[in-house]
C-alpha cells in the first residue's frame, strides 16, 4: 500500500471516528521520531499541533539526534499526531516514527521539555 493511500485510509477513520457518539477512551502514546529532525523547529511545532488537537503531554531532544514525543488523548488524534510527525515541520527530513503504548498520566498540558 502506497503512502497516500494509507495516509488517505487513516484520514477516513479518523473523520469517522469524531463522528462516533460515544467517547473516546484515552491513551498515551511514545513517539520517536529519527531523521534529521534537531535544529529545524521540530519541538515548536510539534507542541503547536498537539495544542491544536487538545492532546496532552511533551516533546523533547535525545542526545542521539533524535526527538521523543510522548502525548496523551483519544487514538483517533494520536493517529493524526503521528502522521504529522512523520511529516514534521518544513526543514525536517524524518527517516522513520515509531511508537509505543505507555500509561496514561492524565496530564491536562503539553510542554517542551529541554
Given at each position: 500500500m502506497g503512502r497516500g493511500t494509507r495516509?488517505?485510509?487513516v484520514r477516513q477513520w479518523i473523520k469517522s471516528e469524531r463522528t462516533d457518539p460515544n467517547p473516546p477512551r484515552s491513551e498515551r502514546w511514545q513517539l520517536l521520531i529519527r531523521g534529521q529532525v534537531q535544529g529545524v523547529?521540530?519541538?515548536?511545532?510539534?507542541?503547536?499541533?498537539?495544542?491544536?488537537?487538545?492532546?496532552?503531554?511533551?516533546?523533547?531532544?535525545?542526545?542521539?539526534?533524535?526527538?521523543?514525543?510522548?502525548?496523551?488523548g483519544p487514538a483517533y488524534l494520536l493517529t493524526e499526531m503521528r502522521l504529522?510527525?512523520?511529516?514534521?515541520?518544513?526543514?525536517?527530513?524524518?527517516l522513520g516514527v515509531s511508537h509505543g503504548q505507555l500509561p496514561c498520566l492524565q496530564e491536562d498540558w503539553f510542554e517542551v521539555r529541554h
Open positions: 495516509t488517505a485510509k523547529g521540530y519541538r515548536a511545532s510539534c507542541c503547536r499541533k498537539a495544542k491544536e488537537l487538545g492532546l496532552s503531554g511533551w516533546v523533547r531532544n535525545l542526545s542521539d539526534g533524535s526527538v521523543e514525543v510522548q502525548a496523551e504529522w510527525c512523520e511529516r514534521g515541520p518544513r526543514g525536517a527530513e524524518v
